[in-house]
């Protein structure tokens, strides 16, 4: 057998298993399975194509890998659509396209950075250092763009699958949920480097960066000192979540209306009477989740009669999900109800759900997509409204707002000490995906050192502590209420002053190198076409 040959079935073996490896790893790293330590390895196979097969090849083979492993993670789309829709080509139409949207960020950088490894040499001495640090900066590059591009979609970004790896989190504080998807991706290369050539100088600096980054960690969970009375935060809220269980087709449907509400009454009722909690004190709130109510509210119209009754009655500030009027526009909603059953204050959505809450592109795809949301088109918010209640300065995160580091940082920006996040994950039935979305808000209160409290419809309704840990959370399509303290916290961390700095930086790292690369490329190439020129003339002569 001759080289050609060997090479041919070399190729035709590593093809299939890298993209059976990859698309495995990237499906486990997350929820359901949540198997973390994986991530460190997902991109390792497709990095080793690209140093070995064309730039073509490997990122199609890395639009494969990611279109069956992100669809492993997004499934919960397709019964979601069949449910709603009631299309189930639709529904396969929505996978591919939701799948392939991130499989595509993939396939990019894994071509990109197998061209940067091929022609590193343009770079001189300093060519094998310069790919080791761009490649995890081009990766934070795409995702940093897919999670703002077309409204964005961080759903699966790297750093996401670590909520269940507390001891790493810490870097989120200064760099977000992007800082812990660039050291993944590091891992990633040096793995993808060694298995081609072998460990050099520069892969061991940057294992012993990594190295550095669980050591730090673990250091901070194991020799931490329980903080003293005096360090912690003078005040916290007590606040009473409702988990009420309502179908998503009853919900909108007139003839339940009045079993929704007795359902909610009688939740809010029992909080209410509840005189005490593990800390000690009542409740000082009650949060209802995302789209409670089916009427709409407005500063004119109020209340209505009953939510009024309920509020008097419970004696206690209620925040509540529902839609909200005002200057002739819909906006999906956190109102704050006073005990008097006066709307007291108001935060409208900022970041819209697109199909959920708005349709983009309509004239195009209208004919083919509707909005899922039986009430239609929502408006965009403006204002990221920091809530008063008692005095104590809250905000509270509707839904999608989760997804973006840049969007919650804000909230705390205006000075939110505690961030409660309310939403109805009922639309995606018994998947994954409720928890996929519950898992959000481990990094956003990490980045932000925020106790977060979320209510959600269906479940999941938790407790996630400052540094990320989950102190409680609910089972889905259960009816539950409980009562938690959250303690509350001025101080902004570096985050939650510049945000997405990082991620900007590595942006543009990435756009730079790339320019000097074309740049030095072609310099190089014209000074080789002047050599030549110069031999011929003197062969000539």
């Not at 998947?431 to 898992?439: E, G, I, R």
């Not at 990320?468 to 101080?491: D, H």
């Not at 939650?496 to 190089?524: H, K, P, Q, Y």
């Amino acid at each position: 057998m001759n080289l050609s040959t060997r090479s041919r079935v070399s190729s035709g073996f590593l093809l299939p298993t890298a993209i059976f490896a990859s698309a495995a790893a990237i499906a486990l790293s997350f929820p359901p399975f949540s198997l973390w330590p994986l991530a460190y390895f997902f991109a390792a196979p497709l990095l080793y194509l690209a140093r070995r097969l064309s730039a073509l090849r490997a990122a199609t083979a890395a639009f494969l890998a990611g279109l069956a492993g992100y669809g492993v993670i997004l499934y919960w789309i397709f019964p979601t659509v069949v449910t709603h829709a009631g299309s189930r080509v639709q529904a396969v139409i929505a996978l591919l396209l939701l799948a392939a949207y991130p499989s595509a960020y993939l396939a990019a950088f894994v071509g990109i950075s197998g061209i940067l490894f091929k022609k590193s040499s343009v770079f001189g001495r300093f060519g094998g250092g310069l790919v080791m640090a761009a490649t995890p900066a081009a990766w934070v590059a795409l995702e940093y763009v897919r999670s703002v591009a077309f409204t964005g979609f961080p759903w699966a970004i790297a750093g996401y699958s670590q909520w269940n790896f507390s001891e790493i989190l810490w870097i989120a504080r200064f760099a977000g949920v992007f800082g812990v998807s660039f050291m993944i991706m590091l891992a990633n290369t040096v793995a993808a480097d060694v298995l081609f050539a072998g460990a050099g100088l520069r892969h061991k600096i940057a294992f012993g960066f990594l190295a550095a980054w669980f050591m730090t960690g673990a250091c901070v969970r194991v020799f931490r000192a329980p903080p003293s009375a005096a360090a912690l935060p003078a005040q916290s809220i007590s606040v009473a979540v409702i988990q009420p269980n309502i179908d998503q087709e009853k919900k909108w449907d007139v003839r339940y209306f009045s079993e929704t509400k007795e359902k909610i009454s009688r939740l809010v009722l029992a909080v209410s009477r509840r005189t005490a909690v593990a800390r000690g004190g009542p409740p000082e709130l009650i949060l209802w989740p995302e789209t409670s109510l089916t009427e709409v509210l407005s500063d004119s119209s109020g209340a209505p009669s009953w939510m009024r009754e309920l509020s008097k009655s419970s004696r206690l500030p209620q925040i509540v999900g529902t839609h909200f009027e005002d200057d002739g526009k819909i906006y999906n909603a956190a109102v704050v109800i006073a005990p008097d059953g006066k709307i007291a204050s108001v935060h409208k959505k900022t970041h819209l759900v697109p199909f959920g809450e708005f349709v983009p592109f309509r004239r195009l795809l209208e004919p083919y997509f509707g909005v899922f949301n039986y009430i239609g088109d929502t408006a965009k918010g403006g204002e990221h409204t920091v809530l008063s209640v008692g005095g104590k300065k809250i905000s509270t995160v509707i839904c999608s707002e989760n997804l973006y580091g840049n969007v919650t940082r804000r909230f705390v920006a205006k000075g939110a000490e505690a961030m409660l996040v309310i939403t109805n994950d009922a639309w995606y039935g018994m998947t994954p995906a409720a928890f996929q979305h519950f898992t959000f808000n481990v990094f956003r209160a990490v980045e932000n050192s925020r106790w977060i409290i979320q209510s959600a419809n269906t479940g999941v309704s938790g407790v996630i502590s400052s540094d990320g840990r989950i102190m409680k959370q609910t089972s889905i399509f259960e009816e539950a209420w409980f009562v938690a303290s959250a303690p509350l916290e001025s101080r902004r961390t570096f985050y939650s002053r510049v945000g997405d700095l990082f991620a900007i930086i590595c942006v543009v790292f990435t756009l730079a190198l790339v320019v000097s690369f074309v740049i030095v490329n072609e310099v190089n190439r014209e000074v080789q076409k002047g050599l030549k020129n110069d031999i011929r003339t003197q062969n000539s002569r």
